[in-house]
């Protein structure tokens, strides 16, 4: 995990650059947190539109493969 000093006057070149989680420390070096820079690209869903239009027409078309809510809760319930 890289490291990175609070106190340095290019933080935010660093953060930019980052890859990952980064741990910040101040320049005394007690720890702050973690900086995880997220690309906007994985925060797509991971399913294709086309694999979610089947697992629908699947699910519409054996309803007795899906539960409401109030029958997961009971099955839980009798566990």
């Known amino acids: 995990?890289?490291?990175?000093?609070?106190?340095?006057?290019?933080?935010?070149?660093k953060l930019i650059a980052?890859?990952?989680v980064v741990e910040l420390y101040e320049g005394?070096?007690?720890?702050?947190g973690w900086f995880d820079r997220i690309d906007p690209a994985?925060?797509?869903?991971?399913?294709s539109d086309e694999e979610i239009e089947r697992r629908i027409r699947e699910a519409e078309a054996n309803p007795a493969s899906t539960f409401t809510t109030a029958e997961v809760l009971e099955h839980l319930r009798s566990l």
């Open 1 to 13: 995990m890289e490291r990175i000093s609070v106190d340095d006057e290019n933080l935010r070149e």
């Open 18 to 20: 980052a890859r990952g």
């Open 42 to 47: 994985e925060l797509e869903p991971q399913v």
């Open 28 to 32: 005394n070096g007690r720890p702050l």
